[in-house]
Nanobody
């Protein structure tokens, strides 16, 4: 059974950092493009970042560019999202997703085949 889980959420103060992981069981993340999405209360789910499974091409939403970094750890079969300089508006449930099209770095939900259950990130003093 293919499964994604996202450990690493929590409460952090504004200006702080948090590292999210996307871990897979039942398949190897190397061959998939991986995206991170988030959904704040009352808002639609939005694409935050993605990394292709081919050449490591990355994408960041303007709202997180320069603060978030996506990376792979193939030995651990995980993809990380390092989040620095966090702001209250980053508060959301964060989801990772896998796209069987390794060449892609999709920004839309429909492009992804598998989803994690989400992890809460709260930025508050």
């Amino acid at each position: 059974q293919l499964k994604l889980v996202e450990p690493g959420g929590g409460l952090v103060q504004p200006g702080g950092s948090l590292r999210l992981s996307c871990a897979a069981s039942g398949f190897t993340l190397d061959y998939y493009a991986i995206g991170w999405f988030r959904q704040a209360p009352g808002k639609e789910r939005e694409g935050v970042s993605c990394i292709s499974g081919s050449d490591g091409t990355t994408y960041y939403a303007d709202s997180v560019k320069g603060r978030f970094t996506i990376s792979r750890d193939n030995a651990k079969n995980t993809v990380q999202l390092q989040m620095n300089s966090l702001k209250p508006e980053d508060t959301a449930v964060y989801y990772c997703a896998a796209d069987q099209n390794a060449l892609a770095c999709g920004r839309q939900m429909y492009e992804y085949d598998y989803w994690g259950q989400g992890t809460q990130v709260t930025v508050s003093s």
